[in-house]
């Protein structure tokens, strides 16, 4: 085999290597103090008030996202919600104004909101636990990347 085709061999590799690599990049995530998370998104009335509902369960990497159209205070509630979250608010430059942690599912008619106490644009949840294993703090910054 001459020295062009074994490099153009590699190259074919190389790119197919590549190619996993790209299709993980343009799905939906966030990054919040290096960790990376897939998130769904939520975006839409009807998608916002589903939310996490009805989850048995959820992967450690993973969380949802909503994103409103401005910035207001907001509350969540954990009605219908079958494992407990850490509820975090982002203000449009993303950054965080206020946490709940681990906040139990409602299992009770009435379930109580948590708001949000300051203008919030982002709100991310992810499993109970998250923020205090990552150490969050007010004022840290959500990183967003979403597919074109």
């Known amino acids: 085999m001459t020295g062009q085709i074994k490099r153009g061999l590699l190259a074919l590799a190389l790119l197919a290597t590549a190619v996993p690599m790209v ?3 343009t799905e939906p995530n ?3 103090r290096s960790e990376r998370f897939s998130v769904e998104i939520a975006d839409t009335p009807d998608a ?3 939310g996490l509902m009805f989850r048995e369960s959820m992967p450690d990497d993973h969380g949802m996202l909503f994103i409103f159209d401005g910035e207001a ?3 969540f509630w954990m009605k219908n919600t079958k494992i407990s979250l850490d509820i975090l608010y982002f203000d449009a ?3 965080l104004v206020y946490l ?3 906040v139990p599912p409602c299992t009770t ?3 109580p909101s948590y708001p949000s106490h ?3 644009k982002y709100v991310l949840e992810l499993n109970a636990g998250t923020a205090k294993r990552l150490g969050v703090e007010r004022g840290d910054v959500l990183e967003i990347n979403l597919p074109p």
Request: proline content about 8%; hydrophobic content about 20%.
């Open 100 to 102: 709940h942690e681990n």
């Open 73 to 75: 205070q907001r509350g």
């Open 48 to 50: 916002q008030r589903l």
């Open 93 to 95: 430059d993303r950054k």
């Open 109 to 111: 008619p009435e379930c």
């Open 118 to 120: 300051h203008p919030s």
């Open 30 to 32: 966030v990054v919040l």
């Open 23 to 25: 299709a993980c990049s």
